[in-house]
């Protein structure tokens, strides 16, 4: 099977993005029979990894899955983006001379130990 290279990324994919070599456009349709369990897990995957099913059978092809993010890290790193980017806007009041309250500081600098040893304990 030919290796994706940068020699041969050519043609981009409308979906995935991936470029390929104009010889390696998909012509082929094959049909392939699943029972419902494995519908049921085929339909799953592709929607928690927000692609269609006939990518993920070709991705589970190529043993190139994307690795999966677990729910818990997703929703600490919603929380630490969110009291990151407040605390940036902070020390930015900071960089301008801008005195931001004490209380607003110690208020973020909490709600971030917090989360941060919420998601040591996790």
């Not at 099977?1 to 990324?9: I, P, S, V």
């Not at 990894?49 to 043993?63: K, M, P």
């Not at 993010?69 to 980017?85: D, F, G, R, Y």
Request: proline share 2%.
């Amino acid at each position: 099977m030919k290796q994706f290279t940068e020699e041969n990324l050519t043609t981009s994919s409308r979906k995935s993005g991936w470029k390929i070599d104009k010889n390696q456009i998909r012509t082929h349709v094959k049909k392939v029979r699943f029972n419902d369990e494995e519908l049921l897990f085929l339909n799953k995957m592709s929607a928690v990894l927000n692609i269609s099913r006939a990518e993920y059978v070709r991705l589970c092809l190529l043993e190139t899955l994307p690795k999966q993010v677990p729910e818990l890290n997703m929703q600490a790193w919603v929380a630490l983006s969110t009291l990151s980017s407040n605390l940036n806007q902070i020390a930015k009041k900071l960089n301008q001379g801008q005195a931001p309250e004490i209380a607003e500081i110690k208020h973020h600098l909490s709600k971030l130990r917090e989360t941060l040893l919420g998601a040591n304990n996790g």
